[in-house]
């Protein structure tokens, strides 16, 4: 059974950092894409980052661009989001999710999230 299980949210000031960890088990991730989505109160889940975990590939959404980094730990299977020169409008819950390499959009497995708060 796959199991995603985020951390490290938390209350930050905007222009500060955060880093989001993701834990990953049940199977090998090798043929799978796993990806970074938000969802804030009253508006819809907004899509952040994936990555390939077989050759790192990585595609980030326009509103976190050059500030965002998604990065995976193939050992650990970990998965990672930094989050830079946060702003309060990146407040939101964040998960994590997985979805096979072959399946395009559709993720099937995702995390409780972590909740990321950026007071201005």
């Known amino acids: 059974q796959v199991q995603l299980v985020e951390s490290g949210g938390g209350l930050v000031q905007a222009g500060g950092s955060l880093r989001l960890s993701c834990t990953a088990s049940?199977?090998?991730?090798?043929?799978?894409?796993m990806g970074w989505f938000r969802q804030a109160p009253g508006k819809e889940r907004e899509f952040v980052a994936r990555?390939?975990?077989?050759?790192?590939?990585?595609y980030y959404g326009d509103s976190v661009k050059d500030r965002f980094t998604i990065s995976r730990d193939n050992a650990k299977n970990m998965l990672y989001l930094q989050m830079n020169s946060l702003k309060p409008e990146d407040t939101a819950v964040y998960y994590c999710?997985?979805?096979?390499?072959?399946?395009?959009?559709?993720?099937?497995?995702w995390g409780q999230g972590t909740q990321v708060t950026v007071s201005s």
């Open positions: 049940g199977r090998t991730f090798s043929n799978y894409v």
């Open positions: 990555i390939r975990w077989i050759d790192g590939t990585t």
């Open positions: 999710a997985a979805r096979p390499a072959i399946v395009p959009a559709r993720y099937d497995y």
